[in-house]
Structures are given as C-alpha cells and as structure tokens.
C-alpha cells in the first residue's frame, strides 16, 4: 500500500521579524522515507515511515529593507552633521564681524 505525502503551496510566511519584514519559508524537499523536491511524494507503506519537510528561509527582502533602513539612517545623521557644522561655522564668523 503506498500513501502520498503533498503540499499544496511552495512558499510561506516566515515566523518572526523576519516575516514581519518579508521573509519567505520555501518548500525545498522531503527527506526520510522518500528524497524528493516535487510537491507530492509517494511512500510504500510496508512499515512505520518517516517524512520530514525541508524548507529554506529567503531573506532577500528582509536585507534589502534593512539596509533602506541603515542608509535613510546614515543619511539623516550626516544631514544633521552637515548643518549642524554649518551653523557652527557660521556664528563663529558673525563673532568676528561685530
């Protein structure tokens, strides 16, 4: 007697702050009984069986969003500085002309 193992989608939500910002858990096998990267997966039943599903985290939305955020970061504080400096340089000349 054979059972058949499947999922019925490919890509999940991944748990976390890592969904929170994108991330993605995708389907990349099964492994135990039966080896296979299709969706659906066939195992003769002679015995008790093990399957495990294997699935693999894409952050590449997560990092992109992290490093939009480090940059607008990064800018605003050398924004500050800059004017910060400015206004720095430019009361220090005033004091001299009066």
Excluded: C, H
Excluded at 5 to 19: A, R, V
Excluded at 35 to 49: C, G, K, P, Q
Excluded at 57 to 82: E, H, K, Q, R, S
């Amino acid at each position: 007697m054979y059972a058949y193992i499947s999922l019925s989608g490919t890509e999940t939500g991944t748990p976390g702050i890592l969904g929170w910002l994108g991330g993605q858990d995708r389907f990349s096998g099964w492994m135990g009984a039966v080896s296979s990267n299709n969706l659906t997966a066939r195992v003769l039943m002679n015995t008790d069986e093990n399957m495990t599903a294997i699935w693999t985290t894409d952050v590449t939305v997560p990092m992109v969003v992290f490093a939009v955020i480090v940059a607008l970061v990064l800018a605003g504080a050398a924004n500050f500085l800059w004017k910060r400096s400015r206004e720095t340089a430019e009361s220090g000349r005033s004091a001299y002309l009066t």
